[in-house]
């Protein structure tokens, strides 16, 4: 059976801590590594760099990205992942605090399967993580790899 693994791309510590705890809420027992840049983002997702040696599935189930990373921006990591076969069909969820239209349409634009804003209160913080992981991974059918 493969593993099935969420990527959390995010540079704020305390919205990673609220999005994993969320998860954990939601008993989301899957593997849930996290990297805190755009560029770790693309090591990490390419096997290069620190990720080198990483170990487990050659991709994740699914990806949260961030927009707002140090380095390269969500938006060159999303252009990037599209770009490259090995990553076009990548499920990507854009879990951004921004409610600017143009980051919505740029994601969209640029491969993005979903675009989640971040609410502001925890309880509904934690009920959109925890949808976002039951979906991903149990409801969605993910494209197979040759």
Do not use: H
Request: proline share 6%; with cysteine; hydrophobic share 40%.
């Amino acid at each position: 059976m493969n593993e099935r693994v969420i990527l959390l791309v995010e540079d704020n510590p305390q919205d990673e801590m609220l999005t994993l705890r969320a998860l954990g809420r939601a008993r989301v027992a899957n593997r849930i590594d996290v990297v805190r840049d755009g560029q770790q983002a693309l090591d990490y997702l390419f096997c290069q760099g620190e990720f080198a040696g990483r170990a487990g599935p050659a991709l994740p189930t699914v990806v949260l990205l961030d927009i707002g990373l140090p380095r390269l921006t969500g938006l060159e990591v999303l252009g990037r992942l599209r770009a490259d076969p090995r990553t076009r069909l990548l499920p990507i969820v854009v879990l951004t605090s921004s409610d600017e239209d143009a980051d919505r349409m740029a994601s969209y634009e640029g491969g993005a399967n979903s675009f989640v804003r971040k609410p502001v209160d925890f309880g509904e913080f934690a009920e959109r993580v925890a949808s976002l992981g039951v979906y991903w991974l149990a409801t969605n059918e993910p494209p197979t790899r040759d």
